[in-house]
């Protein structure tokens, strides 16, 4: 089996190892730097993850296309250029949400949404890059 290779399953299952962690420690944080509530802010970021979860399961589906087609290898550069196209189309899908549930313009969404961005980008780097070196020991184990 190649390192990259996943199935419906471990999608589903690395989606949502990132987003229940991920709403663990944005949730807080944003309803701290806002001034809104936690609970307010733990639906805001479900909403998100539940979004992110899909986007994540279909942009990985085709970048792992992409690899196959062009058989580059997931560099750290590649690793990073990955996290900030995930993050680009999720800005894009998630600002006008941000905007209706606080009842905030879209501009003031899209400030909101780069400060969850700024934890995002690098816990997505580290997180995946953790996750391919556990299942790659892993799989030297089996």
């Known amino acids: 089996m190649n390192l990259y290779e996943r199935s419906l399953a471990e999608r589903v299952l690395h ?82 949400i941000i905007a209706w549930w606080l009842d905030t313009t879209l501009w003031h969404a899209l400030i909101l949404d780069i400060g969850l961005v700024l934890f995002y980008m690098p816990y997505a780097f580290v997180f995946n890059l953790c996750y391919d070196k556990i299942k790659l020991y892993r799989m030297m184990r089996a």
Not at 28 to 37: K, N, Q, S, V
Not at 57 to 78: E, H, I, P
């Open 15 to 96: 989606a949502l190892l990132f987003e229940v962690l991920a709403i663990g420690i944005s949730a807080p944080l944003a309803a701290w730097i806002t001034g809104e509530t936690v609970l307010s802010m733990g639906v805001l970021t479900a909403i998100i993850a539940t979004m992110a979860v899909l986007w994540n399961m279909l942009y990985n589906w085709l970048f792992d296309r992409l690899q196959t087609r062009r058989g580059f290898k997931r560099t750290l550069w590649v690793r990073a250029i990955h996290s900030a196209g995930f993050e680009i189309g999720l800005i894009i899908m998630v600002i006008p």
